[in-house]
Nanobody, 117 residues
């Protein structure tokens, strides 16, 4: 079955950087669209970034210019480089994958990112 395992979260001060990783298995990684979402306490889960295989990245407005999504199809890894972090970036970050043929979606377990002021 599909498995997505996030890592790299932690505590960082405002203006700092973190790189999240997501290790994928159980599907043809090079075909699927990969993405990152986040959810803060009391708020809905929101899209952060997506990257189709062979396509261009999409970012939500609040992270444009600060975050970069990338993927390594040979290693079946997707990354989220987060720079210039702000307290409002504090959330649990989830890795996501979508099959472009069936629209089936799967999620990782999440990794906590906390940005202190």
């Amino acid at each position: 079955q599909v498995q997505l395992v996030e890592s790299g979260g932690g505590l960082v001060q405002t203006g700092g950087s973190l790189r999240l990783s997501c290790a994928a298995s159980g599907f043809i990684f090079s075909i699927n669209t990969m993405g990152w979402y986040r959810q803060a306490p009391g708020k809905a889960r929101e899209l952060v970034a997506t990257l189709p295989s062979g396509g261009i990245a999409y970012y939500t407005n609040s992270v444009k210019g600060r975050f970069t999504i990338s993927r390594d199809n040979a290693k079946k890894l997707v990354y989220l480089q987060m720079n210039s972090l702000k307290p409002e970036d504090t959330a649990v970050y989830y890795c996501n994958t979508r099959n472009p043929f069936t629209s089936a979606v799967d999620w990782g377990q999440g990794t906590q990112v906390t940005v202190s002021s």
